[in-house]
């Protein structure tokens, strides 16, 4: 399969958020646009996140991630992996029976809804190690108020009479991840890699530019494009939720991260997957979907649980 030289959108948030009624409009086209052309968009000139908070959580992954395996296993914690460490070899992409190359930590809502029963939304487990809660309570309050704008502009062009797309993620069950993929040697197991094809759950993962190469999203021409930013700006893709909801009009874009560069150096990467309440009703944007009366009406923790069991997480 051959690489596509095209080159994804890219979008000035201040546009958006301090821009004329023009500017705002346009950039609300230009994400719905991309999003149903490629899945994904890159957001720059934010300022909701600052480089130096990007700074110290890389340096912090590094040295968590550095730790021996018993040290780093002290923080498992059962219910699919929604909180603290998740080891090496654990998750494998939907259909792929070959696990990833790589461990994780999750940390989940910061602000949870009060009375809530769904169980997901657990206490957040913080290592006694320097930094760490302040750096990535910081990371997930500023990406989570970023997906929120992206989510209000969105809706403004395919829901403009409605709430539904931003509401139900004010408060989600949404997930910062800290990725480690460890040097690759020569033992790999055959056909492993990083992260093989798939698409994400949630209604748009928001990730923070990587430290290594090796991001690449699958086309509509079935090609695959090479995702390199520069590092103070946000790639934005749509997940399997958001894709159920306007009937496929824009669908989850199947990515993957290769082996490639020097393998012999670890790689980090910090997504951010923005979920709904767990109870909130996955239906069809009436008005946008073209078939609605196909969608599916399922729960948001209905249709998580159904990927996270595909995925080797429950």
């Known amino acids: 399969m051959t690489l596509s030289t095209k080159k994804l959108p890219e979008l000035s948030l201040p546009e958006y958020t301090q821009g004329s009624a023009a500017q705002k409009l346009a950039f609300a086209i230009a994400l719905k646009e991309s999003l149903i052309e490629y899945g994904f968009v890159i ?8 480089p130096e908070t990007l700074t110290d959580a890389y340096a912090i992954m590094a040295k968590f991630y550095a730790q021996s395996e018993t040290e780093k296993r002290k923080y498992i914690n059962t219910g699919g992996g929604h909180r603290g460490y998740t080891p090496f070899g654990t998750e494998n992409a939907k259909g792929n029976k070959v696990a990833d190359l790589k461990e994780f930590w999750h940390v989940g809502q910061i602000d949870a809804p009060q009375n809530d029963d769904s169980g997901y939304y657990q206490d957040n487990i913080w290592p006694n190690f320097d930094r760490f809660e302040e750096t990535f309570t910081s990371l997930f309050s500023g990406l989570e108020g970023m997906g929120l ?44 890699v990083r992260a093989a094809a798939h698409e994400d759950i949630n209604l748009i993962t928001l990730l923070v530019a990587a430290n290594g190469k090796g991001l690449q999203l699958l086309t509509r021409e079935n090609e695959w494009l090479e995702v390199d930013t520069d ?6 893709d749509a997940g399997d939720m958001l894709a159920h ?6 669908p989850a874009t199947t990515h993957r991260v290769v082996n490639t560069g020097d393998l012999s150096k670890s790689r980090y990467s910090i997504p ?15 008005g946008f979907c073209e078939n609605p009366e196909k969608v599916e009406h399922i729960t ?15």
């Open 149 to 192: 704008i992206l989510l209000e502009a969105l809706a403004s062009q395919i829901d403009p009479n409605n709430d539904y797309l931003p509401d139900m993620a004010r408060q989600g069950n949404s997930i910062l991840r800290l990725l480690h993929y460890p040097p690759i040697g020569e033992d790999v197991t055959p056909n492993a």
């Open 272 to 286: 951010f997957f923005m979920h709904p309440r767990p109870d909130s009703m996955l239906r069809p944007i009436e």
């Open 231 to 236: 590092p103070s700006c946000i790639i934005v």
């Open 245 to 250: 909801i306007t009937g496929q009009k824009i």
């Open 43 to 50: 957001i720059k000139d934010q300022d909701m996140v600052a």
């Open 300 to 314: 948001a923790r209905e249709s998580l649980e159904i990927r996270l069991r595909e995925i080797g997480l429950l």
